[in-house]
């Protein structure tokens, strides 16, 4: 940049939770938590569990896990009516599972007969776990992604959409150009010998701006730091747009 330098002052003006379902089998309670097992248990074995996964992957997968929550269960060997309302989120615990579902396991909630299926009742904190994955999986599908990459392009991108919020006019080229001339693409370029130099305000960053004009032309929801690049950048081009209408028409020093 020329050593007079003069023409940068400013003018003052979601989770993976996953739910599994047993199979049929046999087993006996004692409450609250020791098993026991039944004559009608003896030799019985309890077949392969089935599984359903509920995630946050997407949102269509999550709402339809959701929805596919089970409203039954199996009892299997070693199963307590403590441990199935726990694993299944049941609201009230065991004794609101027993109250649901007296008429099978009968007067006695110390023993369960094998195979029976109980009535899951409420299962509130499954449900909202799985409510709350749906919306946050909805959110960042519908949040497209970033794409600007960590080098001069993508911070000449990223600076014009910033741009285009706040009506600073500028193009891709008219950015580039300058870019060149003053920094040579650097974004910790610094100007030591100049008159603003001398000053003690040397030119910084891609588009070698002072700090006082940095702070003058500064576009909110930019870095504060003159040599972050998209700082630089749209601070310079709001800058050049107040002085010359535009840093397209900036084809030298300015």
Avoid at 45 to 63: F, G, M, Q, Y
Avoid at 231 to 252: E, H, K, L, P, Q
């Amino acid at each position: 940049m020329p050593a007079k330098g003069k023409h940068r002052r400013p003018k003052q003006n979601p989770i993976t939770r996953k739910l599994a379902l047993a199979g049929t089998g046999g087993a006996a309670l004692t409450l609250p938590l020791i098993s026991a097992t039944t004559a009608g248990a003896v030799g019985t074995s309890a077949p392969a569990a089935a599984v359903t996964t509920v995630t946050a992957a997407t949102a269509v997968n999550t709402v339809n896990a959701a929805a596919a929550l089970p409203t039954t269960y199996s009892v299997v060997v070693g199963d307590t009516l403590s441990e199935i309302a726990a694993d299944h989120s049941v609201s009230g615990g065991w004794k609101q599972l027993y109250e649901v579902n007296r008429a099978v396991v009968g007067d006695n909630p110390s023993v369960i007969r094998p195979g029976i299926k109980l009535t899951l009742g409420a299962q509130e904190k499954a449900a909202t776990a799985a409510k709350s994955a749906s919306k946050t999986a909805a959110k960042t599908a519908a949040k497209p992604a970033s794409a600007y990459s960590n080098n001069l392009d993508g911070w000449i991108r990223e600076s014009l959409d910033v741009m285009a919020k706040h009506g600073i006019p500028g193009s891709y080229n008219g950015i580039h150009r300058n870019v060149m001339r003053e920094s040579s693409g650097n974004p910790k370029a610094i100007n030591l010998w100049d008159i603003n130099a001398r000053n003690g305000i040397p030119s910084k960053g891609l588009l070698q701006v002072i700090d006082p004009t940095f702070k003058a032309y500064h576009v909110p929801g930019t870095s504060l730091d003159s040599y972050d690049p998209v700082a630089n950048i749209t601070a310079a081009c709001n800058y050049a747009a107040a002085r010359y209408g535009s840093i397209d028409n900036v084809n030298g020093a300015y």
